[in-house]
């Protein structure tokens, strides 16, 4: 509207708001009285009210690329506080959207600033700019764009300075990248976490569609444009909004919503809730997985689109997909969809996160909770959970056992050389019996099984099959009981090995006795009674001669001592076993292939213990490639490996061991088998190290639930110790102590030398910190860090003790002791760091520090430690992590 000035805008303003709130038949008469009093007043009401059905019309409500109505694209250069605006973006439902860059040198990089649209400019349009600040500024996401700054233009124009995203909508990276089926819903998954994360801050967005939902290059979704979120809380009460509103597709502008992703309610003004977003949700993923929209052809006619919207129910989300993916569609995920696209919001998903519980169930291949759970359905997703075990238990069993005839007769030498083949081909006819009948007869045919079962039966055709030959019953048990040690099924594999162990007492043959006892050693150890574990192993190795006949199982029995040393704490003792296990290997070569990758990767364990971090990294990369080259490298062994290695990896790039980690993961299961629980533990951890604590609670609850159901105290202790810490962080303190109480009962599987008790006097120092009684977080703190200090050994859990007393005592003002707490874990973090080129450890210290010399005005020092602080943590933490953020909003800041 040409000649507009702020005088006439003034006068104007409060009359655009009140014609905004009314029907249009109301408005029309409205101001067919407003024109009775003032002519000139109406037309120019009514010329604004024009301009803005115009811009809806041209896609206003879309957040096209064009420069918006009223605003040219020659502000282009103009500063907005302290920032230039660059180029537009694009444009939401109250404002503009400018790519702009800091203006006073303090950092380089893009942000995204979010002007207020001029005829929004009053009463309601700048209280709704100004709650959509106040709602981002509560919202801290990692898949949540982060709100940088906000204020006022030198012309009085609001504006909000954002992360700006270098990205594309989700549906348009879905289909460039070509996503399957399953990566558009792990995709999805984290827009749900953003969404919950709303939700918990009692915000519901109320706009969530593709191009609110920006996906990077690198696949990390982020979730924008609150403007027209609603409060909960403060606009009607907690749990509802108000109802009664106007419809937000028939007037004009009143609400800047999406029609094509508006739930029924928000089309009838009915009240709005959490549910609503959960509709959109659906829409969104209806658009992903098929490629269609919910409401089809009817979204040509704005009328068609209401009647679709709040009355016709949308196809199955499978008859409209193209037919590549109409199968995958089918079923659960079709349930899942329709579900959310209930038209009754208590008919729909009760919260975000029952809907990606579902979607996880999903892709689980577990029963969801969305359908009847009938004995078919559950029977069916059982056999497709399960159908790689089924498939490949035999063969796993076939392949273990063709290995452990080689074994056997290895390391069992006759005295008489005509006896020996006779032996051989007796206990080669009774193991290939005992397979064959497995296979063959030991369940029946077209039955379903998983490897458990078959482990089962494979104990019951010991005791009927074989237990007049002891010598083979033995060896079998030793076999059943690691792979059930290797499924961390502590119980079954102590029941097992414990009879393997016991009737080999009974034979003279000192291979078979030396093998059952060096197994049941490494089962005892997962006890926590190493003393025990120790002398079963020594007094084994004992008893073998240096004949070459009894290398194999001394090789064993040496890697289990190096195992069980690492267990314990004792580096020293773990690199020197495993070194004597490849020096009796060394003498067969090409013999044993197995044991000498296991062994190998507990001699890296052993490094890694000795804080020979970048050695001990080495030793994992070469054993993977022995793996690889016995084309072993998709195996639950390699997941072993993958874990073990990003214990390593994490003592200096937290992302890159989670890498590993969930390559660990992604092993277990496309092998059928189950994710051992610490394996879960260990994931939960890294997820606490990179400040995604809502994503670590959930895998460590399915950690400490896994270890208590196979009664692995070791793994529920860890479970339960990183619990501790992510229920803190998200601020719930009674589970935090909850879960501290069942870390505490643990402690007894523990070595007295080993980090975990320190670690529980650390979370009880932090809890106690996060209640504010800092004499008692400083003693527990220093008890954990005088635990350190006599282990004298580098570790990840010494610099967060020395990270968190800084913080301590920073907030206690003791600038000294901060100081020198800090510059230890420095210290500390450059010998875990062993030479790697980045440390997410070296750059947390430096962050403190520079926190310690910014507050004493040693600008110049702390500017330095900053910068060097982003160039350790951005690549081992990623962008979007807090200390990230924290250091690179310092370095912005005035100092």
């Known amino acids: 509207m040409p000649g507009l000035n702020k005088t006439r805008w003034d006068i104007l303003s409060p009359y655009l708001d009140q014609a905004l709130q009314l029907e249009p038949d109301e408005r029309t008469t409205w101001i067919t009285a407003l024109r009775a009093k003032d002519p000139t007043l109406a037309s120019d009401l009514v010329a604004l009210l024009e ?18 109505v009223g605003v040219s694209a020659s502000l282009a250069g103009q500063a907005i506080g302290a920032y230039t605006l660059v180029s537009p973006i694009g444009q939401g439902g109250m404002g503009t959207v400018w790519r702009a860059q800091r203006n006073d040198g303090r950092f380089e990089g893009m942000v995204a600033v979010k002007l207020l649209n001029a005829e929004w400019i009053g009463r309601t349009g700048e209280e709704r700019f100004k709650r959509e600040g106040n709602i981002l500024a509560r919202l801290t996401h990692t898949h949540i764009a982060h709100l940088l700054d906000a204020g006022l233009s030198s012309a009085g124009q609001p504006y909000l300075v954002l992360e700006h995203i270098e990205g594309e909508p989700i549906d348009r990276y879905c289909d460039r990248e070509r996503l399957g089926v399953e990566a558009r819903v792990r995709l999805f998954l984290d827009v749900l976490a953003a969404v919950a994360h709303a939700h918990a801050n009692l915000i519901v967005h109320r706009d969530i569609k593709p191009s609110n939902v920006l996906a990077r290059t690198d696949g990390h979704v982020k979730l924008l444009d609150f403007g027209i979120a609603k409060l909960l809380e403060s606009e009607a009460g907690a749990g509802e ?3 009664g509103e106007p419809s937000a597709l028939t007037r004009e502008g009143g609400r800047a919503l999406t029609p094509e992703y508006a739930a029924p309610e928000q089309v009838t003004g009915d009240t709005i809730t959490t549910a609503t977003d959960v509709y959109a949700l659906g829409v969104l993923l209806y658009v992903l997985l098929s490629g269609r929209h919910p409401a089809g052809d009817a979204r040509r006619s704005p009328a068609d ?9 949308p196809p199955r989300m499978s008859a409209v997909a193209p037919d590549r993916v109409h199968r995958a569609l089918r079923g659960d995920l079709d349930t899942i969809v329709a579900k959310a696209l209930k038209k009754k919001p208590e008919e729909r998903y009760t919260s975000v996160t029952a809907l990606a519980e579902d979607l996880r169930r999903h892709l689980d291949h577990q029963p969801i909770g969305a359908r009847p759970d009938t004995l078919g359905y559950r029977t069916a997703r059982f056999v497709r959970r399960n159908r790689m075990s089924v498939a490949l238990a035999a063969l796993v069993l076939i392949a273990l056992l063709a290995g452990l005839a080689g074994t056997i007769w290895q ?25 064959t009948y497995l296979i063959g007869d030991a369940v029946p045919a077209g039955k379903p099984v998983t490897m458990h079962e078959l482990l089962a039966v494979s104990e019951q055709l010991v005791d009927r099959r074989f237990a007049s030959d002891e010598p083979l019953a033995v060896d079998l048990l030793i076999m059943i009981g690691g792979i059930y040690n290797s499924l961390d099924e502590s119980d079954n594999a102590q029941r097992t090995m414990k009879r393997a162990y016991e009737a080999s007492r009974r034979l003279d043959d000192p291979a078979v006795r030396a093998a059952a006892a060096c197994g049941w050693a490494l089962t005892v150890a997962r006890t926590g009674d190493y003393k025990e574990a120790r002398r079963l192993v020594d007094t084994s190795l004992a008893t073998l001669s240096d004949d070459p006949q009894f290398d194999g199982v001394a090789a064993g029995c040496l890697t289990y001592k190096s195992h069980v040393a690492a267990m314990e704490g004792d580096s020293q003792g773990a690199v020197q076993a495993a070194e004597s296990s490849i020096a009796r290997l060394d003498a067969m070569p090409g013999a044993f292939p197995q044991t000498r990758v296991v062994t190998l990767a507990v001699l890296a364990i052993g490094y890694h213990r000795r804080g020979e971090h970048g050695r001990a990294d080495r030793a994992f990369e070469a054993t993977m490639q022995q793996l690889e080259r016995l084309g072993r490298a998709d195996s639950t062994q390699a997941a072993t490996l993958l874990n073990n290695w990003a214990l390593v990896r994490q003592t200096a790039d937290v992302l890159s061991a989670l890498a590993l980690q969930r390559r ?13 629980a610490i394996i879960l533990a260990n994931e939960g951890r890294l997820l606490n190290q990179l400040a995604r604590y809502e994503e670590a609670r959930r895998v460590l609850e399915a950690g400490r639930d896994t270890a208590r159901q196979h009664n ?3 793994a529920l202790g860890l479970a339960a110790q990183a619990l501790v810490r992510a229920d803190r962080s998200l601020g719930d303190l009674a589970a935090a102590e909850k879960a501290l109480a069942e870390a505490e009962e643990t402690a007894s599987a523990f070595p007295a030398t080993h980090a975990f008790r ?7 120092g932090m809890l106690a910190m996060a209640r504010r009684r800092d004499d008692d977080a400083r003693r527990l703190l220093t008890e954990a860090l005088q635990f350190h200090q006599k282990a004298a050994r580098p570790s990840i859990p010494y610099v967060e003790t020395l990270l968190d007393l800084t913080e301590l005592e920073r907030r206690s003002e003791r600038s000294a002791q901060a100081e020198e707490h800090a510059r230890a874990a420095l210290e500390m973090s450059e010998k875990l760091r062993d030479g790697r080129p980045h440390s997410a450890w070296v750059g947390r210290s430096q962050l403190a520090l520079a926190e310690i010399r910014r507050a004493r005005g040693d600008v110049a020092e702390a500017r330095r430690l900053l910068g060097e602080a982003v160039a350790h943590l951005t690549p081992t933490l990623g962008e979007t992590h807090p200390a990230v953020q924290e250091a690179r909003a310092r370095l912005a800041e005035p100092m």
Do not use: C
């Open 305 to 313: 689109l209401v009647k679709a919207i709040v009355e016709t129910e």
């Open 51 to 68: 301009e803005r059905s115009q811009a809806s019309r041209e896609g206003f409500l879309e957040g096209t690329a064009a420069p918006p």
């Open 664 to 676: 660990a993961i992604q092993q277990n299961e496309g092998s059928g088998a189950p994710i051992p």
């Open 712 to 714: 692995n105290r070791q």
């Open 411 to 435: 390391a069992r030498e006759a005295k008489r050389q005509r006896d020996l083949a006779l032996a051989q081909l007796v206990r080669a006819a009774g193991i290939n019996e005992f397979t």
């Open 241 to 243: 909004a108000s109802a």
């Open 758 to 764: 320190a670690e529980l006097s650390r979370e009880q």
